[in-house]
């Protein structure tokens, strides 16, 4: 069955050897009980939350130009327990809130809604979540989605009202500065420039490795005698 056994010898050792390492690279051996996909997925998770840092300080300077801008609107939470979570938002923000099981009327100054927002939201990056758990009572990503969720009613709210510059500015927000906050909270920031040579290593042995079991296939299907050829033409008659 093999025809080439050079071919094949060759195939199988790299197939075994990619093997080896696929298995290293799965067991717990890369710190706190990660393994090689776990560490590389949270190295590029710290490397993108260093980099996207900018991206949250840029849109937080924006909602200074929010002070002042009176805004009224009536949302709905899913059950009078989320409604009454949210209302210590938007009471701690200093805005006015009048809640009726799971309905809120809410009223007051948008810039205090968007400034605590971005206290929050920045405090979430940072990871102090605990400052978030003392201002509310609730548990930061509680809190946070929260923010979230209750700031995407509002926009609704505004849009039938037609005010549309104050919805797409909160929708910008939410982006930039609320899911940020959520999805990077407990994530360790590094700086790209700290750590090229490890991103230099990940990106390299991917490629590298990658290469390798393709050319393990290769030398076995050389070694069992199964090729690609083209198909010869026919002849006409």
Known sequence: MIRDSKAFIIGL???LSFGVIYAYMMSPS???GRNGLEYADDMFNS???GSAYEIVLGEAAKADKWNGTAFDVEIKAKDQAEAADWAKLYQTAGVNVAQSGEMLKISGDLGKVFAAIVVDSDAMYQNKGN?????YGLDPRVATYGWYNSTKQVTRALDNQHNFPESLAIQSLQKK???PAYNYYGVESKPVGENKGVMTFMMVFYLFYTLWYGFAIYYLCQGLGITMNKSAKK???
């Not at 400052?131 to 201002?135: G, I, N, P, S």
């Open 13 to 15: 050792l790299m197939m």
């Open 30 to 32: 890369f710190g706190d």
């Open 47 to 49: 490397i993108s939350k």
């Open 131 to 135: 400052e978030l758990q003392a201002k």
């Open 177 to 179: 500065n609320i899911e």
């Open 235 to 237: 002849a006409e008659a």
